[in-house]
């Protein structure tokens, strides 16, 4: 059997990234590794998007003293999208982490089975509460 | 052990995408508006770097708001810490290899940013990429000194100062040519540092930005400890 | 040109929120000037809005469809443009836990919301909807960690996961888009039903409804709302519900009518929505506290706007914006309302007694809410209902039948809370707390709104029926962009 080009094992390689990233997401219990999981499926969503510019035996988009037609070479935009796409997802992904980071200062866990559980029951709780807020949570909410 | 309904969702989400990459038209791009960008790029912006025209001349809001992003994410960050007391520094006591490894690439890094920030119009590269080089060479002597803390006064003042000259030149171009972000002065020689106008100027912005916001937010994650005083 | 000037209704915001983080150290007029720059901001809009009745192009940077993006500004956009600065200075947190310069990058992040839902409102291209939805979701998580309680980081990064989830589809679905047709304008994709009518095309409008749809509050992305808005402060919670979701709904909105108007896509929209109304309205049955209330019953009213939607018709539009602002305006003031009235429903015994006012208010938009004549809510059901029983169609039947259950259920948990309120015979359990004036003031100019509304009803359909004629009227928008259009096709 043939192989199949490198081209068509990139769209291969994007469908597989994301279809790890989206299992991870559904099947992990450990904070940073959902984080992860999303990280492994943005990168296969960029590299799909990248290579919808793609043309068979067309140059880089840039200008050089060689390359000075336009015809042949690859569509610009959505490089620029990816660009924009791989920032967006880094800042993100830092967010996320700040707050994995608050999270576990707070509950002294990572098992999001069990934040979820410890997370219902403080719902549960401020829905028999019959004291007030206290003055700092009333300012607090404002 | 691996859950049964998660698996059958992921199977069947990889029978979908494989059949929908299947049938679509790879390696023939139908560019109705690519092949507009690559016969009139250089006319509208020149710059030798088409992607860079499109990221900063075509869809410069785009950039803007992806520069917003960034911000918005490093301010939540901030944020999220400020109210907690953390302890300085990481490493007590820093390792000889790491400190001299360090001084030594430190200039590399900073040269090697600033080159392909300045060049972003004429070679792969750009802002964000080399304002990730910049962060880098900011944030390394953290990791090597225990003392060496970011002052994040002066990147918080880089930041903003980065953020409102991209908007400030955008106004600009509204103000004098009409349209919010077009292109302005001089496109200059074709292919030399000094052309495609205000492009350098703008990518000069996001890259020094870029690099202040990404230091000053692994600052901030890396810092230690945590006692987490609130309800 | 006059017409480029309004791109300065999200380069100021922005340009103030980079500044913040820096003026807010040193300069005491912080907490005014963010405010100020808000009222100058309602000042454009209302003057845009009379200067513009036809709907106009913005080409940015100067640069053509479909090279460069465009900004398609019609009626209902001018209103979004009004409507976001009014919101949002009603929703402003005077208040805060913050300090220094933390408080400048929370009113930061507040303008940046700001920027974020003005872009939405007027983008007409593909991937510049996305980057502004992601600058919206990466505010919102900002907003929703303010409040540094440790279930807000909780249920905020719950929300961050379902949110780039979504956010991971959108993209896919773009790029496939992209392969079809190489293009991004909304307008031009119009214009291009035969490369969009092939099985790839129509997943990538699934996978792009699932994304937007997160913010939308869509069956089944919605996970997260309850959460959010238990966890966060009240205030981010009503911003949440009342203003950021319809900008979602107004993103969906574009990309159905322009891009893919097809009858399967129709019912897809109705499935969703009929899913969202019967589990948002049914757990607000089941729910203890008051926010879980408002959470579900925002889940249901959502999932009413995408039945009205699901209507290929003029009826069907003007259906669901009616339902859209509607809520945008109901709801806010009712998370504003139960601000102060924590704890279980059954707790709150006779408070009517201590706070006259509120209960009377709470009774007012309780009232809009389930859709009793003469308020707005009626009319914008009476209008849904008659749209559903236009289209045929068996599901459009069942909807009918659904619509009208579900109000019965909503009504029954309205008066369930309302009865509570006001029983007179039982000892109030608890002390009341007082509101802030400016809570006050922005209830009380909430319910001015609503009345306004009503008294006013006759004007606001003939507005809506332009609104919803203009939007449905794809040809003319294509004609719009072609004409602009640069040296291409």
Known sequence: MALPDAASMMLAAAVGLVVIGFAGLMMSRHLYRLLLSLVIAEAGANLLLVMAGYRADAIAPIFTADASMPIGMVDPIPQAMVLTAIVIGVGVQALALAMIIRIRNHYGTLDMMELKARMQDEFAQLGQSATLPSKQEQTDAQ | MLQFFPLLFSAGLLFLLTIVTGLLPFAQAPMLAGQGVLYDGIASTGAANLVTAVVLGYRGIDTLMELTILFAAAAAGSLAFSRVRRSAGLIAEPPYILDKAIGFLLPLLLVTGFYVILHGHLTPGGGFQGGVLLASAIFLPVLSRSSAQLNHEVISLIEGLAGVTFIVIGLLALYQQGAFLQPLFDHGVFGSLLSAGSLPVLYLAVGLKVGAELAGLLSTLAAEGGEDGTA | MLNDQVVVLIAVPLLLAFFLPVMARRCKLTNVIAPAVLIAM???????????????????????????????????????????????????????????????????????????????????????????????????????????????????????????????MALLGIAIIYFLTGTLTLAHLASLPDQLSNPPAAMAFVLILLGFGVKAEMFPVNAWVPEVYQATKTRVAALLAGLVSKLAVIIILKVVTLVMPAAQMYSLLLMLGLAGLIIGELSA??????????????????????????????????????????????????????????????????????????????????????????????????????????????????????????????????????????????????????????????????????????????PLADALAGVAAQMQDTSAIIQLVAGKQGALQ
């Open chain 3, 42 to 168: 309602i000042a454009v809009a209302v003057s845009f809005l009379f200067a513009f009745e036809k709907p106009f192009i913005v080409e940015l940077g100067g640069f053509a469809a479909p090279l460069g993006i465009i900004f398609y500004i019609d009626q209902l956009s001018l209103w979004m443009l009004l409507l976001i600065p009014v919101m949002t200075l009603l929703l402003w947190p005077w208040q805060s836990l913050y300090q220094g310069s933390d408080r400048g990058r929370e009113l930061a992040l507040y303008m940046i919301m700001v920027a974020a839902c003005s872009g939405l409102a007027m983008s007409g291209d593909l991937f510049n909807l996305y980057v502004f939805y992601e600058l919206l979701a990466v505010a919102s998580f900002g907003l929703v960690i303010s409040s540094d309680k440790g279930m807000a980081y909780l249920a905020g990064y719950r929300y961050l996961l379902i949110s780039a989830m979504g956010s991971v």
């Open chain 3, 285 to 458: 049955l089941r729910a203890n506290t008051l926010i879980q209330t408002l959470s579900w019953s925002s889940i249901g009213q959502l999932g009413l706007v995408f039945i009205a939607f699901s209507v290929d018709s003029q009826v069907g539009l003007m259906a669901g914006i009616a339902l859209m602002l509607h809520h945008l305006l109901v709801k806010p003031a009712l998370f504003l309302i139960v601000e102060n009235w924590s704890g279980s429903i059954s707790g709150l015994t006779g408070f009517a007694k201590k706070s006259p006012l509120a209960s009377i208010l709470f009774v007012l938009f309780a009232l809009s809410l389930l859709g009793v004549p003469p308020f707005p809510g009626f009319w914008a059901k009476y209008l849904l209902l008659n749209g559903l029983l236009e289209a045929d169609g068996g599901l459009y039947q069942f909807a009918v039948f659904a619509v009208l259950a579900m109000t019965v259920v909503e009504a029954i948990y309205l008066f369930r809370i309302i009865t509570t309120l006001y029983d007179m015979d039982a000892a109030v359990s608890k002390p009341v707390v007082a509101t802030a004036w400016t809570n006050r003031l922005s209830i009380l100019i909430l319910a001015t709104g609503l009345l306004a509304a009503v008294w006013q009803i006759s």
